[in-house]
Nanobody, 124 residues
Framework: QVQLVESGGGLVQAGDSLRLSCAGS????????MGWFRQAPGKERQFVAA????????YYTDSVKGRFTISREYAKNTVSLQMNSLKPEDTAVYYC?????????????????WGQGTQVTVSS
């Protein structure tokens, strides 16, 4: 059984940086795609970024391009999301997700496994 655990969220000011981590257990993620999604209060869960476990392909939603960077560490079986120049509109619960099919997609229904989420709050 795949388990994903996010960490690194917190309360920061606009312009600050945060690094989220997602630790995976239960298996290695060779062939998987790993994604980050976020959900603000009263809104649907939306795609943020994705990466193939091979690291050959990354994909970002337009609103975070140039500010966020997704990466993975083989040895630690983790995926990270470096978030720079944070804005109040980045405030949300951030979720890590895994897609065994490796599609590197941007839809919630493409991802089979999910973490419990970590809160990111950006004050103005």
């Amino acid at each position: 059984q795949v388990q994903l655990v996010e960490s690194g969220g917190g309360l920061v000011q606009a312009g600050d940086s945060l690094r989220l981590s997602c630790a995976g257990s239960g298996r290695t993620f060779r062939g998987y795609s790993m994604g980050w999604f976020r959900q603000a209060p009263g809104k649907e869960r939306q795609f943020v970024a994705a990466i193939r476990w091979s690291g050959t392909s990354t994909y970002y939603t337009d609103s975070v391009k140039g500010r966020f960077t997704i990466s993975r560490e083989y040895a630690k079986n983790t995926v990270s999301l470096q978030m720079n120049s944070l804005k109040p509109e980045d405030t949300a619960v951030y979720y890590c997700a895994a897609d065994p099919s490796g599609r590197n997609g941007n839809r919630v229904d493409e991802y089979q496994f999910w973490g419990q989420g970590t809160q990111v709050t950006v004050s103005s």
